[in-house]
């Protein structure tokens, strides 16, 4: 579920780019300093039937041969990995344990053979998953986001292995999308990007140099590019165009279980504007500071479930990564998922009613969630909150807040105040009430 965009802006660069520079100055000393102790590769901690069916101890080896990498032997153990994923996924196997499984297997193939080049060993580069994989979530076929950090000027004998380090990449049979960057060029299209920014939003570091890892956390943060407000009116302009391209409704025939309103994207978007504003990492952290209950909680995660399971089964049932709940895939995974012809009701209608109505709970939280987010934002912009008892308008809503707690009929002219200033707002097409600290 990366955020890039395509190859030619995010993705596969050569490795002779990386020798230019943009010139752009970014807060905090340059990367070249080197780290003595690269990251040690370690063994996944994965679900049993992956994890009896890889010789993990052999792949290791392959990973790291005395010759470079076997990049024929590592793509079979992979394509094994896979095999196993796919029929732990038949029998039932929580599909977080998957989706996170296969992850970490990506990482334990990518780190051993990095370090196998000795990538890491002068302190010049960083190996970065970003994106949906910096999530640490990967569906069968969903990209493998990377972004290797250089420092400014690359040796040649390690420019050499970087470029075997890329080809690997690619014999490995695995989607990737990548990029060489320096920390000056990285900042530059974070700026100029609000995708490539969320990209590096929720970067990890997978090997190499951890202090230039450390710089670039700094040199994005909100304080130097993006600060929350406007990253939040970028998200927002960015979904309301998605939303627009599919019709701005979750009850399409065909939906989209990945950019459709109600789609993992909308539950991604409510995380990103979260983590760029009150700098949480996780939605649960949402619950204690009151944007969401436990139950709300609780709903939007059996929802993604739901979600990664479609996008899952889509992605073994297509061979490909297909996001669109197409008719011809509909009754297939309607069996899958257990489902059968009633009296009143197809197995697929069945099954379909059940998308729908977990795709429009997931499109209701979510608009909540970034009512609550653009009403916290209202709050603190310039660092004045809002006149109590006053509507303000922002976006395309007006938020109300009393001025203190109020029965049933002290409340009710304050809230045709509100109403008020909603009609008298021309771009306004709700009337939120803000939430009292």
Not at 72 to 84: M, N, S, W
Not at 228 to 246: I, L, N, S, T, V
Not at 253 to 263: D, R, S
Request: glycine share 8%.
């Amino acid at each position: 579920m990366g955020t890039h965009r395509g190859r030619h802006r995010y993705g596969f660069r050569s490795p002779h780019a990386a020798r230019r520079g943009t010139g752009c100055r970014v807060p905090g000393p340059a990367v070249n300093a080197p780290e003595s102790r690269p990251l040690p590769v370690r063994q996944p901690q994965l679900p049993e039937p992956l994890r009896s069916a890889v010789d993990w101890q052999a792949l290791a080896g392959h990973c790291r041969g005395g010759g470079g990498p076997d990049a024929g032997a590592c793509r079979e153990l992979i394509q094994t990995a896979d095999h196993a994923l796919a029929e732990a996924f038949r029998i039932g196997q929580d599909i977080e344990t998957l989706v996170t499984g296969r992850a970490l297997m990506v990482d334990f193939v990518l780190e051993s053979a990095w370090n196998a080049l000795g990538l890491s060993q002068d302190g010049h580069l960083s190996l970065i998953a970003v994106g949906g994989y910096g999530r640490g979530e990967l569906h069968p076929r969903s990209d493998v986001d990377l972004l290797i950090l250089r420092a400014e000027h690359l040796p040649d004998p390690l420019l050499d292995r970087l470029q075997r380090f890329v080809g690997l990449l690619w014999d490995l049979g695995l989607p990737v999308g990548h990029s060489v960057r320096t920390l000056q060029e990285c900042v530059a299209e974070a700026q100029a990007d609000v995708t490539v920014m969320t990209n590096l939003l929720e970067s990890r570091l997978l090997a190499g140099e951890t202090r230039a890892f450390t710089r670039l956390t700094e040199a994005i943060g909100p304080e130097h590019i993006w600060p929350a407000a406007a990253f939040f009116e970028a998200k927002m302009a960015e979904q309301r165009r998605r939303h627009h391209k599919f019709g701005d409704s979750a009850y399409k025939l065909e939906p989209n279980v990945k950019e459709g309103p109600g789609g993992l994207r909308d539950i991604q978007t409510v995380a990103w504007v979260a983590q760029r504003h009150l700098g949480v990492r996780r939605l649960h952290e949402l619950v204690p500071r009151n944007f969401l209950t436990e139950d709300e909680y609780a709903d939007l995660m059996e929802g993604r479930a739901w979600l990664w399971r479609v996008r899952f089964a889509l992605h073994l049932l297509t061979g490909r990564a297909e996001e669109r709940l197409l008719f011809e895939y509909q009754p297939e995974l309607a069996r899958q998922f257990g489902y059968h012809d009633s009296e009143h009701d197809l197995a697929v209608e069945q099954f379909m009613q059940r998308h729908f109505r977990t795709v429009t709970d997931i499109e209701r939280l979510s608009e909540m969630l970034l009512q609550h987010e653009e009403e916290e934002l209202l709050a603190s912009d310039e660092g004045r909150p809002p006149s109590p008892s006053t509507a303000a308008s922002r976006s395309t809503r007006v938020f109300w807040r009393p001025p203190e707690p109020m029965s049933s009929g002290a409340i009710r002219p304050h809230c045709w105040s509100c109403f008020w200033s909603c009609r008298s707002t021309p771009r306004s097409r709700a009337c939120a009430p803000a939430r009292c600290a």
